[in-house]
């Protein structure tokens, strides 16, 4: 599959253009929009309640940051698709300044450097 750059004078194929233009991958926007969904969840900006998606657990002395979820177990293996299953390895990767913000606006203008640091974007 070949793209055009620019005034589209010369065709570069799409793995070429995408980094050069820094788009992101459709995953990495859908991972990106899960992280927001997820601090929107357990800081109450959404009107859902935290304990209907996810399991805070009684442990605070983990490494990293103090917002560590856990899997809920289950035997079906359609589960590990739903949403509160399939963020939590994610969220509980990201560093604590990102986990930790203020605001959602800080979330994401961390998150976004997070990903740029780890050469996701």
């Known amino acids: 599959m070949a793209s055009f750059v620019g005034n589209g004078t010369y065709p570069l194929k799409f ?3 995408v980094p050069k233009l820094r ?5 990495l926007r859908r991972e990106r929009g899960d992280m927001i969904q997820v601090f929107k969840i357990l800081n109450g900006l959404d009107n ?8 805070m657990g009684q442990v605070r002395n983990t490494r990293g940051h103090s917002f560590k979820l ?3 177990h289950s035997r079906v293996e359609l ?4 949403f509160s299953q399939r963020v939590v390895d994610k969220w509980n990767g990201l560093p604590k300044e990102v986990v930790e913000s203020e605001s959602l606006n800080i979330l994401k203008n961390r998150l976004d450097n997070y ?3 780890v050469n996701r974007i």
């Open 15 to 17: 793995e070429v253009v």
């Open 23 to 27: 788009y992101s991958t459709l995953s």
């Open 48 to 55: 859902l309640q935290p304990d209907k998606f996810f399991d």
């Open 70 to 72: 856990f899997k809920k």
């Open 79 to 82: 589960r590990k698709h739903f």
């Open 115 to 117: 990903y740029k640091r």
